[in-house]
T-cell receptor, first 116, second 114 residues
Framework: AQSVAQPEDQVNVAEGNPLTVKCTYSVSGNPYLFWYVQYPNRGLQFLLKYITGDNLVKGSYGFEAEFNKSQTSFHLKKPSALVSDSALYFCAVRDDRGSTLGRLYFGRGTQLTVWP | EAQVTQNPRYLITVTGKKLTVTCSQNMNHEYMSWYRQDPGLGLRQIYYSMNVEVTDKGDVPEGYKVSRKEKRNFPLILESPSPNQTSLYFC?????????????FGPGTRLTVL
């Protein structure tokens, strides 16, 4: 079965510092991985995805994610955090097999707080 | 503007009173899905639909029904709501399965069942 784990419920970082939000995955086939962000009282917004190709994926708002097959990880990163990046971040893996084709499996989410 | 809309955004109801949460998308997407979000549990899929008249259970379907009579609409029905269905609900859609398109999410419906 497909699953993702976000080992940190909360990440705190000072504005201007680099940030990392961690995600590890478990899949039975090829990994198709996504990051979403949820701002307060809003729906989820797509940030970036890894399907194939370069291990470093660039997305919206200056975010990027590094795919590491040997460590089964897909960590979200940003070189310089902004206070406005404070939000709830979800990692997800897409099911690409059989009757559950297209389903997304989400992690529990990581609350990112950026201090001014 | 491409979007997924949900109504109502907020709903307080009582146990046993049937309710429907509507979901509509204007992107001609085949795939639609309902999730519930609970603190510490992330998003869990309730039902999904691969296309018109094709629906299937997700991880937590008990107590919910769905229908997909038109491509753009995917209502979530709670025939007899109970307090454990108090949650934040999201509808999402994406282009056809088998491609790697991201899902687009609605703004959410916060449901309280007393």
């Amino acid at each position: 079965a497909q699953s993702v784990a976000q080992p940190e419920d909360q990440v705190n970082v000072a504005e201007g510092n680099p940030l990392t939000v961690k995600c590890t995955y478990s899949v039975s086939g090829n990994p198709y991985l996504f990051w979403y962000v949820q701002y307060p009282n809003r729906g989820l917004q797509f940030l970036l995805k890894y399907i194939t190709g370069d291990n470093l994926v660039k997305g919206s708002y200056g975010f990027e994610a590094e795919f590491n097959k040997s460590q089964t990880s897909f960590h979200l990163k940003k070189p310089s955090a902004l206070v406005s990046d404070s939000a709830l971040y979800f990692c997800a893996v897409r099911d690409d097999r059989g009757s559950t084709l297209g389903r997304l499996y989400f992690g529990r989410g990581t609350q990112l707080t950026v201090w001014p | 503007e491409a979007q997924v809309t949900q109504n109502p955004r907020y709903l307080i109801t009582v146990t046993g009173k049937k309710l429907t949460v509507t979901c509509s998308q204007n992107m001609n997407h085949e795939y639609m899905s309902w999730y519930r979000q609970d603190p510490g549990l992330g998003l869990r899929q309730i039902y999904y639909s691969m296309n018109v008249e094709v629906t299937d259970k997700g991880d937590v379907p008990e107590g919910y029904k769905v229908s997909r009579k038109e491509k753009r609409n995917f209502p979530l029905i709670l025939e007899s709501p109970s307090p454990n269905q108090t949650s934040l609900y999201f509808c999402a859609s994406s282009a056809r399965p088998g491609t790697y398109n991201e899902q687009f999410f609605g703004p959410g419906t916060r449901l309280t069942v007393l």
